[in-house]
């Protein structure tokens, strides 16, 4: 990981973490996990808002009013409107899509869940999900959730990322370490 995304996650993470404390003190983990998902959301289909929280042409003010604004929209929690305001006023909005990802993270091991990033050429099917949840679930003792991510690059088989570990079973990888050993016999 490079230095300035090894700051940003340390900056995400406490910021998660802070956040956390408080919904979980408040009893409010449902409402926070209603608010991660709806971010989420709105982080993956919008470019507007992915654009809002990291261009630097937005002002404070600008940001701060329309954080308010999307906030009441979505119908956030308090927790997390004041979190979005603080956040626009220190100017660290960027942060936003690192704080969704570690409380995601943290309200699954709440829940004695683990989240397996999934990386496949084509969107598998619900039966497949099912079946590499139950056979990850085995392995690793927890019930553990798909977040899966369609990559045509990758040609074929999958990529699993989950806690610390990868596996990688892509066809692009294979071809790749076949290209290296052909370097090397040549």
């Known amino acids: 990981m490079s230095e300035p995304a090894s700051i940003t996650q340390g900056i995400a993470g406490r910021y998660a ?74 100017r660290r909005l960027f942060v936003l899509p690192g704080i969704v990802g570690t409380l995601r993270d943290m309200l699954a091991t709440d829940r004695g869940e683990m989240t397996a990033e999934v990386t496949t050429a084509t ?21 553990v959730g798909i ?3 369609v990559d045509a690059s990758i040609l074929g088989g999958l990529i699993v990322k989950i806690g610390s570990r990868m596996i990688d079973t892509s066809i692009a990888s294979k071809l790749n370490a076949l290209q290296n050993n052909m370097k090397e016999v040549g």
């Open 147 to 149: 977040k899966e991510t």
């Open 17 to 90: 973490s802070a956040v956390f404390d408080i919904a979980k003190e408040g009893n409010n983990l449902k409402a926070m996990e209603q608010d991660v998902n709806a971010l989420d959301a709105a982080l993956s289909e919008s470019s507007d808002f992915r654009d809002l929280i990291t261009s630097p042409l937005y002002g404070r003010d600008e940001q701060a009013g329309a954080m308010k604004a999307i906030a009441a929209k979505m119908g956030l929690s308090e927790t997390m409107t004041n979190l979005m305001g603080l956040l626009a006023d220190k």
């Open 123 to 143: 969107a598998l099917s619900d039966d497949q999900k099912k079946k590499l949840a139950s056979t990850l679930s085995e392995t690793f003792g927890k019930t």
